[in-house]
């Protein structure tokens, strides 16, 4: 099993950007791996972020997320990021990152994940 750990969260103004990241405790082997972000405000079901399928390298994105965030890897493939910018008070929520292998496939922005880290909170304030 996979430990994920968020971190990089905080209050930011209407507008401003704010860098998630989520440490692996290892590397993730296989292409048939998603790792995402989901964000949940309370009283509400989670809602996907975005997700990034490894061995396609293809990304997937929320309606409210397209052209505002952005999720990424690094070289090293033990964290993964989310950059958000333009952000809104609606975007107020607890965001948590999520991983899902070994038989992930594409296409999907919110797959049965089966690791999750503890969550990060992000407050937008205008």
């Known amino acids: 099993q996979v430990q994920l750990a968020e971190r990089g969260g905080g209050s930011v103004q209407v507008g401003g950007s704010l860098r998630l990241s989520c440490r692996q405790s290892?590397?993730?082997?296989?292409?048939?791996?998603?790792l995402g972000w989901v964000r949940q405000v309370p009283g509400k079901e989670r809602e996907g972020v975005a997700s990034?399928?490894?061995?396609?390298?293809?990304?997937y994105y929320a309606d409210h997320a397209k052209g505002r965030f952005k999720i990424s890897q690094d070289n090293f493939e033990t964290t993964f990021f989310l950059d958000m910018t333009g952000l809104k008070p609606d975007d107020t929520a607890m965001y948590y990152c999520?991983?899902?292998?070994?038989?992930?496939?594409?296409?999907?922005?919110?797959?049965?994940?089966?690791?999750w880290g503890q969550g990060t909170q992000v407050t937008v304030s205008s």
């Open positions: 999520a991983a899902r292998f070994p038989d992930c496939t594409s296409g999907n922005l919110m797959p049965h994940y089966n690791s």
């Open positions: 290892q590397k993730i082997y296989g292409g048939a791996t998603c």
């Open positions: 990034y399928h490894v061995g396609s390298s293809s990304s």
